[in-house]
């Protein structure tokens, strides 16, 4: 008895506790700080989850591009070279092989152009330095021949002979000095001509090495020798300059503006030419004035009426026109 009344107790006492306090029925919930730990959480958790597809979509864009080189790279191509006996001949090479030769040929082409550039200067500067030697050697040799003449005294043929007959033995003596003097004299003479003719040959090398060099930039250009021409008889035609004058014209650069010159001419030509055409071409006949609707119902049944074809309709619309 003691135990079951022990058991009831415990029963009842169980349910005031669950009565009491209300609290006990009603879902477990987190506090705040509780909720954002879960949320921090969470975010994390997702995060390392975006972090690993972003990873995983950069490999796999990674590996496709990586695909894509290695197929790139596979190319081949074809190209024809010469071989060592001169034979043309066709090999295959990838890109990165097309690649590297077109960098060397590029290469190539650029030192070649700047070592062409460099010896034409080089000899354009060596050249000026001998031309004023040239020049300072002939203006030494004019000063010493005509000092040679004012100290000698040669004499004129006329003192020579009053000489020779006033005193033999003076005019032998006088004829053997002038003899030394002229031999010198001669000898300067002599390589002042030679410095002379090298001087214009040196010259006339150089104008036709410059007159290469124009043609070749003119042919560049599509000017050849009978537009050059046709340009000059412009030139000479429209613009009065002589024909000695455009023969020392090596400027490419002026005959591209001569060129130019030639067109805008040709064009001015041409445009007085259609103007005149157009003036003298025939007139256009007038255009017909339209005759009005009333007017061509009157003739039209005018018509009717003079052929005897007329009926009733006609009669009332020739009075209602009327």
Do not use: C
Request: a negative charge.
């Amino acid at each position: 008895m003691q135990v079951e009344q022990a058991s009831g107790l415990d029963d009842m006492d169980l349910v005031d506790f669950l009565e009491n306090t209300p609290e006990a029925d009603a879902p477990v919930t987190l506090d705040d700080d509780d909720q954002q730990t879960s949320d921090e959480s969470s975010a994390e958790d997702n995060s390392d989850e975006l972090q690993d597809e972003d990873s995983t979509a950069d490999d796999e864009a990674q590996a496709e591009s990586e695909e894509a080189k290695k197929q790139q790279s596979g190319l081949k191509f074809k190209v024809p070279v010469k071989g060592e006996d001169g034979a043309d001949s066709t090999i295959e090479v990838d890109e990165k092989e097309l690649i590297a030769g077109y960098q060397r040929q590029r290469d190539y082409t650029k030192k070649t152009q700047e070592l062409a550039t460099r010896e034409r200067e080089i000899t354009q500067v060596v050249g000026q330095k001998f031309e004023e030697g040239r020049n300072h050697f002939l203006r030494e040799a004019q000063f010493a021949r005509a000092a040679i003449h004012h100290i000698a005294g040669l004499r004129s043929p006329a003192e020579m002979a009053q000489l020779a007959q006033t005193d033999p033995s003076a005019y032998v003596q006088e004829q053997a000095r002038e003899a030394q003097v002229r031999s010198v004299l001669g000898e300067i003479e002599q390589r002042m001509q030679s410095e002379q003719a090298h001087q214009q040959n040196s010259a006339a090398q150089t104008t036709q090495q410059q007159a290469q060099a124009a043609w070749t930039e003119l042919n560049s250009k599509g000017i050849d020798k009978p537009k050059l021409q046709k340009i000059f008889q412009t030139m000479k035609d429209d613009y009065g300059i002589a024909d000695d004058v455009l023969g020392t014209i090596l400027d490419p650069k002026a005959v591209m503006v001569m060129r130019d010159a030639a067109a805008y001419r040709e064009l001015v030509k041409q445009k007085g030419a259609v103007t005149k055409k157009v003036a003298d071409a025939p007139k256009l006949p007038a255009a017909k004035q339209p005759i009005p609707r009333n007017e061509q119902l009157t003739r039209k049944l005018n018509g009717r009426f003079a052929s005897g074809k007329a009926k009733l309709n006609d009669l009332a619309a020739f009075i209602a026109n009327s």
